[in-house]
């Protein structure tokens, strides 16, 4: 009974927190008339994924896909974009050292580390 009352007392907060949001949100749509495209109510939200008549019509792998789709779009857009930023840095680090200048060692310390041999002169 002990442990019991601990685990309930320690996630007792969680759950309220849990329960206070969702409340928020409910009441936030409900009084402020948001339309359901912009931001449906979680009743709303719980009845399309729970209720075995709307979830059979929901076209699951379609919106899965779409899902993953935008993940890996928005993945190799970042990963492209911190590559070019990389450049632009290491190449302003040969330009201040070029001048004889340690300006730019505190803020390119890791790429200037991928010279790792010839740092060592």
């Known amino acids: 009974m002990a442990k019991i009352n601990s685990t309930l007392r320690k996630h007792a907060p ?6 206070a ?3 928020l949100w ?3 749509v409900t009084v402020f008339r948001i339309k359901e495209f912009i931001l ?3 009743a709303a939200t719980f009845a399309t994924l729970f209720v075995p008549a709307q979830a059979a ?3 699951w792998i379609k919106h899965i896909q779409a899902t993953l789709a935008e993940i890996l779009a928005s993945f190799v857009m970042t990963a492209v974009s911190g590559f070019l930023i990389a450049l ?3 190449r302003r680090y040969r330009k201040s050292t070029d001048r ?5 060692d505190a803020t390119t310390f890791p790429i200037s580390t991928s010279r790792w041999p010839e740092n060592w002169g």
């Open 21 to 23: 949001f969702l409340l």
């Open 88 to 90: 632009a840095i290491r």
């Open 57 to 59: 019509q929901y076209t």
């Open 26 to 28: 409910q009441l936030v």
């Open 100 to 104: 004889g200048s340690r300006r730019g």
């Open 14 to 19: 969680k759950f309220l927190s849990l329960f």
């Open 40 to 42: 449906p109510s979680p």
